[in-house]
């Protein structure tokens, strides 16, 4: 087939100017959207040393928080100290931890109360980040006030057959 009125030696150009003029808005466009966010989640955590060997922690820990799951996984128990249980309510939680505290932030994260979570193997892990958000502050409104710095995760338990 032959096309009549092209060219076999016609030199195609490419237009830079404009694909560069096009290059500059896309970035000016992504540079003027761009949000910053704060960060969520951010908090200290100590995870245990693996293996179980060693010489253990012997360091105070005022509160035990410890959230028990049953067959399926769920939370079935949150019970702080061994002593004290809440059900599967993490409102009544924080509501324990603003007595504790009384609803003032420790002053640096190195100082305050430490909590050690311990948990079953196979709780799930939407019960462990609620956990964390009801000890770790509360929100009124646009504040949030952290109750919590430290938290440190007891070394896991193995499923029971």
């Known amino acids: 087939m032959k096309f009549r009125g ?5 030199k195609v150009e490419l237009q830079l100017t404009s694909m560069i003029d096009v290059i500059f808005l ?12 704060a960060q969520e989640g951010d908090f200290n955590i100590r995870m245990p040393l693996g293996g179980g060997s ?4 012997n360091t105070s820990i ?11 996984g769920e939370l079935a128990d949150i019970v702080i100290n061994d002593q004290q249980s809440f059900g599967s309510d ?8 603003l007595q504790l505290t009384g609803g ?5 994260p190195e100082e305050g109360p430490e909590v050690e979570i311990d948990l079953d193997y196979s709780l799930r892990y939407v019960y462990v980040v609620q956990a964390i958000t009801a000890v770790t502050g509360q929100k009124q409104g646009d504040n949030v006030t952290r109750l919590v710095e430290r938290i440190k ?5 193995k499923p029971q057959p």
């Open 153 to 157: 995760f007891a070394p896991p338990r």
């Open 62 to 72: 005022p509160i035990k928080l410890r959230l028990r799951a049953n067959a399926d």
């Open 26 to 37: 896309l970035l000016i466009f992504f540079i003027m959207t761009f949000k910053i966010v």
């Open 54 to 57: 060693g010489s253990p922690d």
């Open 104 to 108: 003032i932030a420790p002053p640096s």
């Open 6 to 10: 092209r060219r076999s030696n016609e």
């Open 90 to 97: 993490f409102g009544k939680l924080r509501e324990f931890i």
